[in-house]
């Protein structure tokens, strides 16, 4: 499975941005997709997911962002409202092909795929 961001860029604050992740390889043997952060002298962090049929979130960005999945497509998207300057970090999309009802989805470690990372950076 390949991964690849796109979508970043440089907004200012209470703007809006929307990430894509195209899925490559064998992309209907993924049960989940995620996106993580990494913020500048900080570990990476759990931003959201989708399964089959859930989605979740962090606090942080619970009701400002949405995450779906276009499964014929082979497509995530991480829509981002509302954002803010701590919001500014390297979006990464990750993939989980094992795990099923029993993935942890907000542990990086469950996630066997990344792509290289897309930057989003919120000025103020």
């Known amino acids: 499975v390949r991964l690849v961001e796109s979508g970043g860029g440089l907004v200012q604050a209470g703007d809006s941005l929307r990430l894509s992740c195209v899925l490559s390889?064998?992309?209907?043997?993924?049960?989940?997709l995620g996106w993580f952060r990494r913020a500048p002298g900080k570990e990476r962090e759990f931003v959201a997911a989708?399964?089959?049929?859930?989605?979740y979130y962090s606090n942080s960005v619970k009701g400002r962002f949405t995450i779906s999945r276009d499964n014929a497509e082979s497509t995530v998207l991480l829509q981002m409202n509302t954002l803010r300057p701590e919001d500014t970090a390297i979006y990464y999309c990750a993939a989980a092909t094992l795990g099923g009802v029993s993935l942890n989805y907000y542990d990086d470690a469950e996630y066997e795929y990344w792509g290289q990372g897309t930057q989003v950076t919120v000025a103020s």
């Open positions: 390889g064998s992309p209907f043997s993924v049960y989940a």
């Open positions: 989708v399964s089959w049929s859930n989605t």
